[in-house]
């Protein structure tokens, strides 16, 4: 999720992490992405920031600096932001240029995925992290008002999560089906959220600015795929 300044629409995400149960094949490990991580949310998130970092700074050939705040004390968050604090999830502010972690996130996402929260945050951070790079390499349809093009902006963010992840799995970091399953997981989860009531965001509709579950796993599996430039993305 993202936020224009002076008014613009706050852009939602999820977060996913570095290990996972594949369903139907037990817990299935991925040592090589944060072997030491175990399940700590503050030592996860900064690991999968590390892959981030490097595999995009490589990819668009600038550098790329995903910074990420866990939890973070309302105070710390740029006041354009900070209302999102209450829908109790992760989301890109581009006033500071900062992802923000929510401790409700990390307590839902352990509740819905157990074992699997690793992948779960993972899949969260890969989305937030594709926003930044949106505003680095300056994607046109930033700059465009109205749902429509925030859903464009979301997906084509749900759609880099997915190249990452494809280039994650090709270096054996991840298993891909294990990591899919963990995003379309978290693309219904966070679907189904409505803001608090007094949280001061009674206009915002999840659905509405980012497209429904079904259109964010679809552009997912698009960037996860071998296709070149499957995301449209600016001097790729």
């Not at 290990?19 to 175990?38: I, N």
């Not at 999830?89 to 581009?94: D, Q, V």
């Not at 401790?103 to 992948?119: C, E, I, Q, T």
Request: include cysteine.
């Amino acid at each position: 999720m993202w936020r224009r300044a002076f008014g613009l629409a706050l852009l939602l995400a999820a977060l996913t992490g570095c290990t996972a149960a594949v369903p139907g094949r037990g817990t299935a490990a991925a040592p090589a992405l944060c072997p030491a991580a175990g399940a700590d949310a503050g030592t996860l998130v900064p690991c999968v920031v590390a892959a981030l970092n490097r595999f995009w700074t490589g990819r668009v050939g600038k550098p790329i600096e995903v910074r990420v705040t866990v939890d973070p004390a309302p105070t710390s968050v740029h006041r354009s932001c900070r209302s999102f604090l209450a829908f109790g999830t992760a989301f890109y502010c581009p006033a500071d240029g900062r992802v923000y972690i929510t401790a409700a996130s990390v307590a839902g996402n352990r509740k819905a995925f157990g074992d699997r929260l690793p992948y779960a945050l993972a899949a969260v951070v890969a989305h937030e992290a594709g926003h930044r790079v949106q505003f680095t390499v300056r994607q046109p349809e930033l700059d465009r008002d109205g749902d429509a093009a925030s859903r464009v902006v979301e997906q084509q963010a749900d759609c880099l999560a997915g190249v990452w992840a494809h280039g994650a799995a090709r270096r054996g970091l991840v298993d891909p089906a294990g990591f899919a399953a963990a995003y379309a997981q978290e693309m219904r989860l966070v679907s189904s959220l409505t803001p608090p009531p007094g949280a001061g965001l009674d206009d915002y509709d999840e659905v509405a600015t980012h497209g429904t579950a079904a259109e964010r796993i679809a552009a997912y599996e698009r960037g996860d795929s071998e296709a070149t430039n499957p995301c449209r993305l600016r001097s790729t």
